[in-house]
């Protein structure tokens, strides 16, 4: 290498060029050495912070499976007094002895219990969402017709609040499909319900279209408020569980899992939920959901559930098996079931159903699943398993709604399943399908009347004790239809003429017309 006269000599200028290569090549070496530790230790590291993370999931997910277990047990604990509540309060209602105001407070437990228990089945919902065991059940159902439940049922808050209600139907939208009609009715009872809760003046539209591309075909909701609207900040986390802007948190009541539920709950059906808003001006709630088109012949009917009296006479003894190691599931059930002309027979744990399956050939058994000695699911098996012996009818009775489900109680050989709490209604009309009996209903009771569904006299429903008259209203406004029937059940031994043109009404379905006369009466006393 050539020495340039201006140049400063290097320092290894006396260094051959073998030696500087052998150099080069040893600080070469040097230089992949120290990567080499280098990158030795990074991947120690990333080792280090890999084990870390798996100990971390490891540890959350026995943190979540505790808390599922926790929540299991919780739920469970809950609902099993909820349901001696609940059931002793409705078994109550049926007494004609009782004073208006014993009434009254009847109502109050009641309605206090229903509110308590759509609470833990909010905080239950979301927890099973988090924990991925949220399902959809897809099936034919009336949309049309569930669009004018809508309707009915906030009709009356708006009306309340002097708000305009609007619902707007695109002449596209078919009458009949298939989704997951519970999860859907959800979502909207959700919006609209914050919709109506949060708007002080102007009013709510809700509006139904389609969307079809690549032979998808999309449901499109808009539900619309002209209330206080939501600051851009907090959109995004009125989404999250919990989650409350200032005027959830006025509003004074609600726990900030309505929107939660229903987002994931669109998710499941293939869709998006997204707001826009303008603060003082209002919010538009936006989503759509997969459907495809239905048949209407595939559409289950809807049943009104009727308050049973008796069984009809002439009908042979039908023997039921009570199996529930909490003494006062047991006495609910016995003073229900023999109040209408079961024979009942107790159990205590799960050997002791099979002792009694064996001695009394009962027609049917109400199984709760968690009991001593042998759980329900043993005590099925072993049942199925007995050959010779004559069919019996297993309705499951459980509070477990976390982890039971109902295909794997079906599977296990159960007939039916019920959650406690259980409408004494549901839990009748339950064992009808199974055992074929035939009930005495309370409408059928009401003396022949000349008073035409259509002519209901106004004077008699005026008389009616304003709570009445209240409690018939929130129960429609709630289209809870149920509770309506109960309380029609209650002016029976006042008014047969009446009750009997109430539940005409309802059995016609003109909801409209009872809902008019109902407000009628408690606006105009
Ligand atoms: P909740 O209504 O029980 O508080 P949600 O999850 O349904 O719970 O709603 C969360 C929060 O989002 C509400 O508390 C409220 O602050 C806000 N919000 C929801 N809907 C509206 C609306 N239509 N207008 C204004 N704020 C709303």
Known sequence: MGLNANQEPRADEHISDPERARRVAFSMMQDADTQRQRAEKALKKLEESIQQLEEARRSAEAANRAKSVFLANMSHEIRTPMNAILGFSQLMQRDPALTPQQRQHLDTINRSGEHLLALINDILEV?????????????????????????????????????????????????????????LRQVLINLLGNAVKFTAKGGITLRVGTRQANSVLRLMFDVEDTGPGIAQAEMERIFDPFEQTQAGRHAGSGTGLGLAISREFVRLMDGEITVTSEVGKGSVFRFDVVVTQGESTAAGRKTVLRQVVKLQPGQRTHRVLIADDVEDNRELLRTLLEAIGFE?????????????????????????????????YEVIRRIRAKTGSPPVKIIVVTASAFQESRQAILAAGADDFILKPFRNAKLLETIREFLGVKYIYADETAVATTVAASKID?????ALPREWLDAMRNAATNADMDHLLEVIARIEPRDAALARGLRQLMERFDYKKLLQLLQLETNGS
Do not use: W
């Open 344 to 376: 009942t027979t107790q159990a205590v744990d799960g050997e002791e159903v099979l002792r009694q399956f064996e001695r009394c050939q009962p027609d049917l058994i109400l199984l709760d699943l968690r009991m001593p000695v042998l759980d329900g």
């Open 127 to 183: 927890s099973r969402i988090e924990a991925g065991r949220t399902t959809i059940h897809p099936a034919t159902f009336d949309m049309h017709a569930l669009l004018e439940d809508m309707e009915m049922m906030f009709r009356l808050r708006a009306d309340d609040k002097q708000l305009r209600l609007s619902i707007e139907r695109a002449a596209d939208v078919p009458r009949y499909v298939v989704a997951d009609e519970n999860k």
């Open 458 to 462: 106004r004077a008699a429903l005026a």
